[in-house]
């Protein structure tokens, strides 16, 4: 089982500032098969990032995901109001496991 | 637009047998893709249950196999869990969702249901 690492465990920021989340597994993820989720309080998971760097479907642009092999990145360029949330990584290329996550808080 | 809804009993008792049904409204199960539990307990990660094609073939987490069950009703464009022999570590947010991938256990989730608090208690 790929064991996924996600730091910081929480993150203080202020709107306009710059999020960078890093998530790490334990062994190579193959074929960038890395996801990235926004969830807030009360509500499912949000998918904004698939194949490590794609965006979903109504993402905005101020998120973006890269990194290969062990090592990935969720980068929100500037934070808006409604971008405070705890971040998820999940990989898909051995079975399906998820990040401990990364809660983005309001300094 | 592709809509998913839990739906079962709120609370389940030790020993017994959680259930869980999820209405999927906008696609048809039919048609493809790959159907997902995904479970939360509260205020922790989020863990995989299981997966379930449309030809009914089903691939569960190897820590649940023993207790899980996924079924699907195409003709109500649903599809349901059972989780067997409930304890309190079984408390969690049950969600539903719609995998997108190459393999039932190799996908990022989509569509999301709203989730499901299932709490475990006597």
């Known amino acids: 089982e790929i064991v996924l690492t996600q730091s910081p465990g929480t993150l203080s920021l202020s709107p306009g500032e710059r999020a960078t989340l890093s998530c790490r597994a334990s062994q190579s993820v193959s074929r960038s098969y890395l996801a990235w989720y926004q969830q807030k309080p009360g509500q499912a998971p949000r998918l904004l990032i698939f194949g490590a760097s794609s965006r979903a479907a109504g993402i905005p642009h101020r998120f973006s995901g890269s990194g290969s092999g062990t090592d990935f990145t969720l980068t929100i360029s500037t934070m808006e109001p409604e971008d405070f949330a705890v971040y998820y990584c999940q990989q898909y290329s051995g079975s399906l496991t998820f990040g401990g996550g990364t809660k983005v808080e309001i300094k | 637009q592709v809509q998913l809804q839990e739906s079962g009993p709120g609370l389940a008792k030790p020993s017994e047998t959680l259930s869980l049904t999820c209405v999927v409204s906008g696609y048809s199960i039919s048609n493809g893709h790959y159907w997902v539990w995904i479970r939360q307990p509260p205020g922790k990660g989020l863990e995989w249950i299981g997966t379930?094609?449309?030809?009914?073939?089903?691939f569960y987490n190897p820590s649940l196999k023993s207790r899980v069950t996924i079924s699907l009703d195409t003709s109500k464009n649903q599809f349901s869990l059972n989780l067997d022999s409930v304890t309190a570590v079984d408390t969690a947010v049950y969600y539903c969702?719609?995998?997108?991938?190459?393999?039932?256990?190799?996908?990022?989730?989509?569509?999301w249901g709203q989730g499901k608090l299932v709490p475990v208690s006597s």
């Open positions: 379930i094609y449309q030809n009914e073939n089903t």
């Open positions: 969702a719609r995998l997108v991938g190459p393999y039932p256990d190799a996908g990022y989730f989509d569509y």
